[in-house]
């Protein structure tokens, strides 16, 4: 494939950390016109990750609503892509990972025979409502696309099932672990916004996002949360808190005031980085620090019934608790009374996978 003009599409904060060391790359190749709009599905979380990864877009749809829902996204992605693709007439859209955003702009560039390359490809837990709705999206876009990017050889093995052709798939390894690097610094100090926490106590870094986990499972979370801190004097809990409003609204009417929590608006990337590599235990339900903690060497209990990124729950540095109180807690516990068990999950693990042609 003749590859003139790239457009690269996304729309929320971890495609933006995922995709900024690709377009950086991709600007420094003279051949290619590498052309960036965003949707802004995320709108300040989004600008977060531009402004410290430098990265002017060509395009910004500017959609983000509060209160939005999929319909909402998806057909202001599907429209607003519209005219744009057609006044670009890009050779290639490259999409990232399983949002709406990404599902919408691989559709919109289908509809305009527009070839897709879909990063972050073939990671799949086989459960169409867990993650909701992130299986369906990147497995709706896997369709769409004609070039797969897939992070690890277990990506790879998952668009072969689906029979993908081998030809269209290149292993490429984790971008995320890019973004990682290239941010982490031996150096680095936290600024004075961050001195009401205390460095020298355990501190447990929390974030929780996933739709399926609104309503009870995150309330039972932020129990289990609740639990620990009254037992353990010796631990502080950061908590980054999304903006969602759903979100919000539940850490901070049962986290807000209490003793030992540290609710914090979305961090810039680099200090959250830094608070990856400070920390004591991650306990997120998110994706990509699934693979960034890891790579840092913290151990992560993983707040979701399903993961579609086996290589560290294999690795031993990540385990998938859920969302019941009583087992968060009792997991969380026994990191912090057992230096065994602590010690065989707090290992660095090699997450950026291997780099490869498309499979023969
Ligand atoms: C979205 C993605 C999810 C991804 C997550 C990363 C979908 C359906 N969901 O979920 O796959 O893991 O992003 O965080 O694509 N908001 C702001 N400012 C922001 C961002 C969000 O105020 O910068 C608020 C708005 O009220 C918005 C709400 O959060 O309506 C929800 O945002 P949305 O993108 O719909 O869902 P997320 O839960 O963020
Ligand atoms: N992140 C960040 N600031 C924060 C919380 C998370 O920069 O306050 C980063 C985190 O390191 C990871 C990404 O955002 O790279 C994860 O985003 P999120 O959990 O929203 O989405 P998911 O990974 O679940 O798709």
């Not at 949707?39 to 395009?59: C, G, I, S, W």
């Not at 009401?196 to 106590?201: H, L, Q, T, V």
């Not at 609104?214 to 980054?240: C, H, K, N």
């Not at 990124?309 to 009374?337: D, S």
Request: aromatic share 8%; proline share 6%; glycine share 6%.
């Amino acid at each position: 494939m003749r590859l003139g003009k790239v457009m690269v599409v996304f729309g929320t904060r971890p495609e933006a950390i995922k995709m900024a060391p690709v377009v950086n790359e991709l600007y420094k190749v003279k051949d290619i016109n590498t052309i960036l709009a965003v949707t802004a599905q995320h709108r300040e979380m989004l600008d977060q990750v531009l402004e410290l990864f430098n990265l002017k877009p060509d395009y910004d749809l500017d959609l983000m609503k509060h209160e939005q829902d999929l319909f909402s996204i998806t057909t202001g992605v599907l429209q607003g892509l519209k005219d744009i693709m057609e006044q670009e007439a890009p050779d290639l859209v490259l999409v990232h990972g399983d949002t709406t955003t990404t599902f919408a702009a691989a559709l919109a560039a289908f509809y305009l025979r527009i070839p897709v390359g879909h990063v972050e490809a073939g990671l799949r837990t086989r459960n169409k409502f867990s993650p909701f709705p992130e299986e369906m999206n990147r497995t709706l876009t896997a369709k769409l696309a004609e070039m797969h990017f897939a992070p690890t050889d277990t990506a790879r093995e998952n668009l072969i099932m689906e029979a993908t052709a081998m030809f269209k798939i290149w292993v490429t390894g984790n971008t995320v672990i890019d973004a990682l690097l290239q941010t982490i610094k031996p150096d680095y100090k936290f600024g004075p916004e961050f001195s009401a926490i205390d460095f020298n106590k355990r501190l447990l870094l929390v974030t929780t996002h996933r739709r399926e986990n609104w309503g009870s499972p995150m309330r039972q979370i932020y129990q289990a949360l609740i639990d620990l801190t009254d037992e353990f004097p010796d631990v502080e809990v950061v908590f980054p808190v999304h903006r969602n409003p759903v979100v919000r609204d539940a850490a901070q009417e049962m986290l807000g005031q209490r003793k030992g929590f540290h609710l914090l608006e979305p961090l810039d990337y680099e200090p959250f980085a830094h608070l990856m590599n400070a920390c004591y235990l991650v306990l997120t339900d998110s994706g990509g620090m699934q693979e960034e903690a890891p790579s840092l060497g913290k151990p992560v209990l993983v707040l979701r019934d399903t993961t579609e990124r086996p290589e560290a729950l294999q690795a031993g540095t990540v385990k998938l608790v859920g969302t019941n109180r009583e087992r968060v807690y009792r997991e969380a516990r026994l990191l912090l009374t057992d230096k065994e068990e602590y010690d065989k999950m707090a290992r660095a693990i090699n997450l950026r996978g291997r780099q490869g042609g498309p499979c023969a």
